[in-house]
């Protein structure tokens, strides 16, 4: 690989998978394009083993850790306190990052990673002139919160020098995720909005679902951490009127609590039109072949639901973050989708409601809207002229030796 170019992703997953599918996608998305262009992803996810692999992608685990409902985050599989796991994750990054030259560096949401375990990594890319790029989500909370959780952990005050660019993963006019937060001039001249981040598979979307019934609709929680009240709401739905015209299948999550998913399976027999998945690394397919979507507004789930123009519900998680019901009310202001909020969720008759409402939309034909899903092309583009800007460098540099 000393010919190639290597570009190094990570991504911290510390909760669900909407790291690790991102990340993924921008991998598989640049090694297409790029023939000579390997990609490795630093992640925190256990379950990236379950992904298709591609023989110029490879995967470096570092010690798990796991998010608590309240924010606070905890070891995974070990005793370890959480600075003694973080001391662990930057010592397995520090170990690659400096055997394994790098001419790209993509950094997903955390600016310095999680409890700072990029710090060492970040300063040998300087010194070694890779290029840093900081990859941001369309939404990631509250002005105020994210303000005061980058005071806290020193982010404001260091990040005018640290990267080169920064990208949001999103649409200037669906929202602005640094807005009103005290950035620098210099630091919001290098953001750059890439475009929502998706990809069609038509080689497997066009594929049935087997052993699923026609015109489906999916319910998805995504990793499933925090899925069940999800869950339980739309079973509680069918289980109040069995008369529901369209068949439901309810996509679990790798992450959801065993004594839940298994309660869920025991309704799920009782009742007409359920049916249950408990992980599906393709979720695309289930997504394309479904007739309507109710899902929590991850950011995955939304990019791939909206891009595909499906009708959708959505139901946001609001702790500890208010990321998915920003997302959420601001794509229903825009058009795209319908929002029940939690707790009215939680009550079978507006949960009813919803979901009629929901297929009443799907059957009548999703209005046409510019949401904007060329992130991934964008992104090919932006790293093509990256690479063409750090050859011509180097032959320059040769030239002046």
Known sequence: ???????????????????I???????????DRFADLHATIITG?????????HPRIKYVEI???????????????????????????KEVINKYVMANPADLFIADKEP????????DAIAHFKSTGTTLILGLRDVLDDPAKLRSEWERKGILGSLDGIYDQIWIYGSEKFYNPLADIGLSKNVLNKCRYTGFLYQDYPQFENKPSLGLPPNYLLVTAGGGGDGARLMDAVLSAYEADPQLSVPAVLLLGPYSDPDLAARAHARANQTAGIHIIGFDA?????????????????????????ARKKAALFVPRQTPRLEQLIRAERARDLGYCDVILTEDAGNTKRMLKAIRQLIVRAQSGV????????????????????????RGHAKNMEHVG
């Open 1 to 19: 690989m000393s010919n190639a170019t290597h570009l190094i992703l990570y991504s911290h997953d510390t909760f669900g998978l909407g790291h």
């Open 21 to 31: 599918r991102r990340n993924r996608k921008i991998a598989k998305a640049l090694v």
């Open 45 to 53: 996810s256990e379950i990236s083993g379950e992904y298709s692999t």
């Open 63 to 89: 010690p798990q850790v796991d998010k608590q409902p309240d924010g606070q985050y905890i070891a995974v599989g070990s005793n370890q306190t959480f600075d003694q796991v973080i001391t662990a994750r």
């Open 112 to 119: 310095l990673g999680l409890g700072g375990e990029l710090t």
């Open 282 to 306: 393709n979720p695309e397919v289930l997504i394309q072949n479904a007739t309507a979507v109710i899902g929590m507004c991850g950011y995955n789930t939304f990019c791939e639901v909206i």
């Open 367 to 390: 209005a046409e809207h510019d949401f904007d899903a060329r992130g991934l092309d964008r992104i090919c583009d932006s790293v093509g002229a990256i690479l063409r800007g750090r």
